[in-house]
């Protein structure tokens, strides 16, 4: 049984930054992914980053590349999201995830497909 706690989140201004932590308790083998998902007000939950334990093999969606950096310390079992140059659009709940990978490279962007939540973390950028 994996449990996953998250923090890190808050509120902050456009053009602000913040980094999202999901420390896991349990163990993720390499075949699996850990990945960020967020659900904005009125939306369906969407993943924005997502890596593949034990190869690395890192995906943004288009919305938050090269603004955001998901990484993994192995050593501490834990996820980070490295979100910079905020925008309005980004206010959600932050949900870090894990599921089994598809292969090396892929991972499911369906929420369904995930076995183990964080508890969510609020991130709100105001205008």
């Known amino acids: 049984q994996v449990q996953l706690v998250e923090s890190g989140g808050g509120s902050v201004q456009a053009g602000g930054s913040l980094r999202l932590s999901c420390a896991a308790s349990g163990y993720i083998g390499s075949d699996y992914c850990m990945g960020w998902f967020r659900q904005r007000p009125g939306m369906k939950r969407e993943r924005v980053a997502r890596?593949?334990?034990?190869?690395?093999?890192?995906h943004y969606t288009d919305s938050v590349r090269g603004r955001s950096t998901i990484s993994h310390d192995s050593l501490k079992n834990t996820l980070y999201l490295q979100m910079n140059s905020l925008k309005p659009e980004d206010t959600a709940v932050y949900y870090c995830?894990?599921?089994?990978?598809?292969?090396?490279?892929?991972?499911?962007?369906?929420?369904?497909?995930?076995?183990?939540w964080g508890q969510g973390s609020q991130v709100s950028v105001s205008s």
């Open positions: 890596l593949v334990i034990g190869f690395g093999n890192i």
């Open positions: 995830a894990v599921g089994r990978a598809i292969s090396d490279h892929q991972c499911h962007t369906d929420p369904s497909k995930y076995d183990f």
